[in-house]
């Protein structure tokens, strides 16, 4: 009887979390379809009629789709330059033991705890220096090294591939990168497709660096572009705009979620099943 009272607890807390994570979605797409002055007066969970108006208003301040594609060309080389870099990294942190790989560790480790908003003016100076202002290159360059991903992989390395795996392979004549891409990088997949995720969200909802980078309206990525939509003069009308680009903006992030997800259960469960 205790136990099923314990149970009935645990699912009524999780369904209540549940919908507190899902009503700001909820919130967001019904107020994509209302007006602004009603949502600076009123809050209801029940959809509007002011759909085609906003849709109108996103698109004379700017080509949604333009930016939809702008944030894809920056989202994407990033988070396949970042997983592959950042696991080849750690790769060779994990297996190799080498001189100064323990102090590397240590480096890429305090590097994480560094903002990376104390470079942003050097990196400013360093980019208008190659001459890359309005250039992709900076937006995608500097992601490939990810100190998160390469410290995150390197302990999952450690936790799920066996050595003695590798050290069969060399006994064949399996040559070093062969056997990354073969056999490490398949049981690395559910740990690099986690990190993959963070990535891929954090690039497409990169706001500050594009900022100051990109001074062209026709190069600007989503976020860039919601933004002017949002610090425009006639706040309060648009905010029904701003909610429905937002709600777009979204829609990358949810498929590669629902494609990815079940690689967060692998890797978050595989040190729990190591040996």
Same mark, same amino acid.
């Given at each position: ?14 369904i ?43 698109? *004379?301040?700017f080509?949604?789709?333009? *930016?939809?594609w ?27 033991? =080498?001189k100064?790989?323990?102090? %590397? =560790? ?37 992601a490939?090294a ?6 995150f ?7 799920? %591939?066996?050595? !003695? ?7 064949d004549g399996?040559?070093e ?10 049981? %690395? ?8 995720? *963070? ?11 594009p ?21 425009s ?7 029904? !705009?701003?909610?429905l ?9 949810l498929?590669? =979620? ?8 692998s890797?978050?469960?595989? *040190?729990?099943?190591?040996?």
């Open positions: 009887m205790a136990t099923k009272i314990k149970k009935t607890i645990l699912y009524i807390v999780l209540a979390l549940a919908i507190m994570c899902i009503i700001p979605f909820l919130l967001m797409i019904v107020n994509a379809t209302r007006d602004g002055r009603s949502i600076m007066t009123s809050f209801t969970l029940i959809p509007g009629t002011a759909l085609k108006e906003n849709w109108d208003k996103v698109f *004379g301040y080509n949604l789709f333009k *930016g939809f702008n944030s894809l060309v920056v989202a994407v080389p990033a988070t396949i330059l970042g997983a592959y870099f950042s696991a080849l990294t750690a790769y060779a942190l994990a297996v190799y033991k =080498f100064g790989s323990s102090f %590397m =560790f240590y480096v890429i480790v305090i590097f994480m705890m560094i903002p990376g908003q104390l470079g942003l003016i050097g990196f400013y100076n360093l980019v208008s220096s190659l001459k890359l202002i309005n250039s992709y290159i900076p937006l995608i360059i500097p490939i990810a100190p998160g991903t390469v410290f992989l390197r302990q999952y390395i450690l936790s799920v %591939m066996p050595m !003695a795996l590798l050290e069969a392979g060399r006994i399996a040559g990168l062969y056997m990354f891409h073969k056999i490490a990088l398949p049981i %690395m997949a559910p740990g690099i497709a986690t990190m993959a995720i *963070g990535g891929f969200i954090g690039n497409w909802n990169s706001y500050l660096v900022l100051i980078i990109l001074t062209k309206n026709e190069k600007f990525t989503l976020p860039v572009m919601i933004a002017s939509l949002s610090a003069t006639d706040i309060a009308n648009n905010q029904g !705009a701003t909610y680009a937002v709600a777009i903006s979204i829609i990358p992030i498929i590669v =979620f629902c494609f990815c997800s079940k690689y967060i259960i890797s978050i469960s595989a *040190g729990s099943v190591k040996g």
